[in-house]
């Protein structure tokens, strides 16, 4: 049989026996629209009339069988409808009475939660941060970052810094404290005065990781044209990790 979407008029060839003779409840693929759907009309029965129906009440069926003519012609097929066109060629979707009005149906898709993603996201940046602190915990700061490398200040005009490496003490004190010292100069030599900054002195371990800092104040505030001055430093709780020891002026 042949059905069409009251809403969209859209057409469908279907079996008879998909809607059935009580009719059925059926959706349109095109435009989702439902609608109730009658089922075939039975062509009504052929009731007999005068001397047939007479024949019929009186002869049994064995003798109306052999009066029937031999070699009578098969009825004919009715002949077979033309091809309907494309747009007709759709297979109407019988709507399931079981199932639910609320379920979702493409091309609809799940709710996502929200919230849910929140606290993944979370979760993540906190590993992540975890993660990162870790390695510069491990391995120190890396000197691709803005900064990593300015762990002294810039040199300062005039100004030479010495502390050669045979000035500098490191060793355990009988109690068994880490002990360092150093021993070195600041010397002017340009034509003007000069500010005298205060030291920083870096120790890193294997890794090339900043182990301990510590500021040495200057013995005085300023240095004349050629004027020298000596510096001595000298500190306790070092890292047993210490290995390398850097001098240099303090960032401003």
Known sequence: MIIACPACSTRYV?????????GRTVRCARCRHSWFQAGPQLPPRAEPDGEDAALATVQP??????????????????????????????????????????????PFRPRRNPAKLWTMAAVAFALSVTALGAAIWVFGVPQWLPGAGQ???ADRPDLELSFPPEKQDRRQLP???????????V?????????LPAILIVLRDSRDKVVKTWEVPPPQDELAPGESVTINAAVTDVPKTAKVAEIGWKPD
Do not use: M, W
């Open 14 to 22: 279907v079996p008879d026996n998909a809607v059935g003779v009580d």
């Open 61 to 106: 069926p064995e003798t109306v069988a052999q009066a029937e003519p031999q070699g009578t012609a098969p009825p004919e097929e009715p002949p077979t409808p033309p091809p309907l066109p494309r747009s007709t060629r759709r297979i109407a979707e019988v709507e399931d009475e079981s199932a639910s009005p609320f379920d979702h149906q493409p």
């Open 151 to 153: 762990t002294f200040g």
């Open 175 to 185: 109690n068994g404290t880490e002990y360092f010292g150093a021993s070195g100069t």
């Open 187 to 195: 010397s002017n030599v340009g034509k003007d005065v000069r500010t």
